[in-house]
């Protein structure tokens, strides 16, 4: 019964959402996807664990996956083990980028270590995230609120969002005027030191042709 629960969850997340995702993972190695996230941001993420191959039999039940989340300054913000199924959920204490890595749970004694998986995640940012069971509940008092909820918390998701952007819109912003005021006086310096080079070369010309007594 709670597989099946799980099972009806994540297809329900990954059909239902454009922002799903998959991607390959050997076995015994880590691999992490990037996400810019603003601060204070609950993050929830759902993942589903298969064999690369589909002709392959699932005759491997210790089959897992650890996932660790790390933040800008790298510090482990989450480490948690799983099922083939899962869902993970974190706040963001920056903004920035974070790292949500991946990893088997496989030793290295295992039959089958080194072989090719395929996680599918979903990574969902904002509270209260829709229900699949609430959503198929219809007419009802409790369904409206909770998508109001739903709603609200978006909302504030986007505006968190928007201050994270223009944080970041302000900091490239000064770095382009630094990055162009060190290329002006570099130009400055450059122009100074023709300047210079050109004078002494004159004048070694003229004490040159002085002493020559050519002029």
């Known amino acids: 019964m709670m597989n099946s629960r799980w099972t009806y969850l994540l297809i329900a997340c990954f059909g239902s959402l454009a922002s799903a995702m998959y991607f390959d993972l050997v076995q015994q190695k880590e691999k992490c996807i990037i996400e810019e996230i603003p601060e204070d941001t609950l993050v929830t993420g759902y993942f589903f664990l298969e064999h690369w191959d589909e002709k392959k039999q699932d005759n491997t039940p210790h089959l897992g996956l650890t996932v660790t989340v790390k933040d800008p300054n790298h510090e482990v913000l989450l480490m948690k083990r799983f099922g083939r199924y899962g869902k993970f959920t974190f706040t963001s204490h920056a903004s920035g980028q974070h790292f949500i890595c991946a990893k088997s749970n496989s030793t290295r004694f295992s039959v089958f270590a080194g072989e090719r998986l395929k996680v599918h995640m979903d990574v969902q940012m904002g509270e209260h995230v829709i229900d699949p069971s609430a959503e198929k509940a219809k007419d009802t008092v409790k369904t409206m609120e909770y998508k ?3 709603l609200i918390d978006q909302i ?18 000064q770095m382009s ?20 080079v050109g004078v002494w070369q004159m004048r070694s010309l003229k004490n040159f042709l002085i002493e020559k007594k050519l002029v």
């Open 148 to 150: 109001i909820r739903h």
């Open 156 to 173: 504030q998701y986007i505006s968190k969002q928007q201050d994270f952007q223009r944080d970041r819109e302000e900091t490239f912003r």
């Open 177 to 196: 005027e630094e990055t162009n005021g060190n290329v002006l006086w570099w130009a400055i310096i450059q122009t100074l030191i023709l300047l210079t």
